[in-house]
Nanobody, 122 residues
Framework: VQLQASGGGLVQAGGSLRLSCAAS????????MGWFRQAPGKEREFVAA????????YYADSVKGRFTISRDNAKNTVYLQMNSLEPEDTAVYYC????????????????WGQGTQVTVSS
């Protein structure tokens, strides 16, 4: 499975961006998928995830109410809609896929995308 993240960019505080993660190589319609991010000088952290059907979602407390994760299995794509962006959201965002259950720790991720930079100016 190859994951290609896109949609990052530079935005002012309060603005919005939508990230996309397109999968290729094989279908990921049966995989839980999610997003992580890594800010400069910090460890990579979990942002959001959803079940294979999209019916169950998980969010880090720092993004609840501002970010929305969704997926289109027909397009083999996962999205992260980010609203009310803050400078603290500046990071490289990585999409991820798990081939099995378990928590959304980095060690349980089977596939990683290459990352897309999100920069929020104050």
């Amino acid at each position: 499975v190859q994951l290609q993240a896109s949609g990052g960019g530079l935005v002012q505080a309060g603005g919005s961006l939508r990230l996309s993660c397109a999968a290729s190589g094989r279908t990921v319609s049966g995989y839980p998928m999610g997003w992580f991010r890594q800010a400069p000088g910090k460890e990579r952290e979990f942002v959001a995830a959803l079940s294979w059907s999209g019916g169950v979602t998980y969010y880090a407390d720092s993004v609840k109410g501002r970010f929305t994760i969704s997926r289109d299995n027909a397009k083999n794509t996962v999205y992260l809609q980010m609203n009310s962006l803050e400078p603290e959201d500046t990071a490289v965002y990585y999409c991820a896929a798990k081939a099995s259950g378990g928590s959304w720790s980095e060690s349980n991720v089977n596939y990683w995308g290459q990352g897309t930079q999100v920069t929020v100016s104050s």
